[in-house]
């Protein structure tokens, strides 16, 4: 019998990426909504994830938190999906949804409250600048169609998530790199899925 899944998410929030990630696997999952100011920082969710932070995953009895981790716990426990390279072919999955998820995560949170290291403290700051991290993701993508060899998989979801979410946020201006890389992903059915979900979710 396989084991439940349940995802726990606000509907605008995060959670959107998990969302995206659960409908290109297409197992059945259970979603717990959970509210901001009361439900989240409650002690049935806290002993999920003690950031009181969505979203979150349970899994059997494996329970996941952080975006990223969830993305690629995801496409492990559900290797019929094919949504991760062979682990040796595993080098830029890795490197580029490591990146995404430390530096530039810190790049666009510091550019959304509008602050950014001096010149001459960059050298300090893991992303160095965020046009730095931009340009570095851009390499990535330049051309291609999928981050991480040539078949689509949970660095795409996430990486495009990113983007996506930077994008929408008027953070990042895309340039036809990013354009041309972000467009196709949005065109995906489960991304599409997901967007709808969450958008009848949210009212
Ligand atoms: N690093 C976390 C970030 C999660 C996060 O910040 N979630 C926000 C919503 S987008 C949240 O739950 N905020 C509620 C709070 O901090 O009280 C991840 O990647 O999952």
Redesign the pocket.
Known sequence: MSQSLTFYT?P????Q??RWMLEEVGAPYETVL?D??TT??GPDYLAINP??????IKHGDAVV??????CAYLADAFPQAGLAPAPADRADYYRWMFFA?GPV?AAFSNKAMGWEAPPERQVMMGYGSFDRAIAAIETAIKGKAYIAGDKFSAADVFVGSILDFMINFKLLEPSAIVTDYVAPLRERAAYQRAKEIDAALAG
Not at 51 to 56: D, I, S
């Open positions: 606000n605008q929030s995060r959670g990426i998990v959970l901001y100011s989240m920082k950031m009181g932070k969505v979203p979150a938190s952080e975006c990223a981790a969830i998820a995560e």
